[in-house]
């Protein structure tokens, strides 16, 4: 049996209204601190300021040439009103980032480290 050395995770931010999304995140981080070399944690956030809360990003990734497929993938989730939670949400998340980081969109991301000393996720 293999294990799992994943040197990045990615994780839902835990401060967040959806029971699903704090679950999520708390698995997460609970599993990645057993393993023996402990992997960065990327949070990233969900509909900020409906979902998620309290999100401060210190890790900004320029998403800009990715938009278009980044809604296609969302409309995919027809279950999910892709379309009204593009426009409400992530279009102007991406923007809102976008701003942010100098670019036209930008995906963000709170780093979690004991250390001062990390590599930056692609883009960033």
Not at 4 to 22: E, G, L, R, Y
Request: proline fraction near 5%; glycine fraction near 6%.
């Amino acid at each position: 049996m293999s294990v799992a050395k994943p040197d990045v995770v990615f994780a839902h931010w835990p401060i967040d209204t959806h029971m699903d999304h704090q679950v999520a995140s708390a698995c997460t981080l609970r599993a990645g601190m057993t393993m023996p070399r402990r992997p960065h944690f990327y949070f990233f956030e969900v509909n900020t300021d409906s979902q998620t809360q309290g999100f401060t990003p210190n890790v900004y990734v320029d998403v800009t040439s990715l938009v278009e497929k980044k809604k296609a993938a969302l409309l995919a989730h027809v279950s999910q009103d892709g379309e009204g939670l593009w426009r409400k949400h992530h279009d102007l998340i991406a923007s809102f980032r976008g701003r942010e980081a100098g670019v036209e969109a930008a995906e963000a991301f709170s780093h979690l480290t004991r250390d001062s000393q990390f590599s930056s996720l692609p883009g960033a």
